[in-house]
């Protein structure tokens, strides 16, 4: 069974860059044709997809979210991250990363990480 783990800082300053690392077990980031995405969860708010690096290494991001967020991967370690710069108190949330079927369903979740922005 494919697992993710969700590292990094639980707490971070407003303006300075969020950066997480998923680390896949028991599956190839490589593997055709999944996608491997990171998704959050902000306090009493829903579920927000944030981008995804494809097995074949093309990313997409969330318009909302693209001038800011930067998602990369490591083969040789098969982990992939996610940077969001200059963060506010409203990026504040749980972070998720997950494997995407071809479909864009979010079939493996990482137990999340909680992230909070403040000073």
């Known amino acids: 069974q494919v697992q993710l783990q969700e590292s990094g800082p639980g707490l971070v300053k407003p303006s300075q860059t969020l950066s997480l690392t998923c680390t896949v077990s028991?599956?190839?980031?490589?593997?055709?044709?999944?996608?491997w995405s990171w998704v959050r969860q902000p306090p009493g708010k829903g579920l927000e997809w944030m981008g995804v690096?494809?097995?074949?290494?093309?990313?997409g991001y969330s318009l909302s979210l693209k001038s800011r967020t930067v998602i990369s991967r490591d083969t040789s370690k098969n982990q992939f991250s996610l940077q969001l710069s200059s963060v506010t108190p409203e990026d504040t949330a749980v972070y998720y990363c997950?494997?995407?079927?071809?479909?864009?369903?979010?079939?493996?979740w990482g137990q999340g990480l909680q992230v909070t922005v403040s000073s």
């Open positions: 997950t494997r995407d079927l071809i479909a864009g369903t979010h079939d493996y």
């Open positions: 028991n599956g190839s980031i490589s593997a055709s044709y999944y996608g």
């Open positions: 690096i494809n097995y074949d290494g093309t990313i």
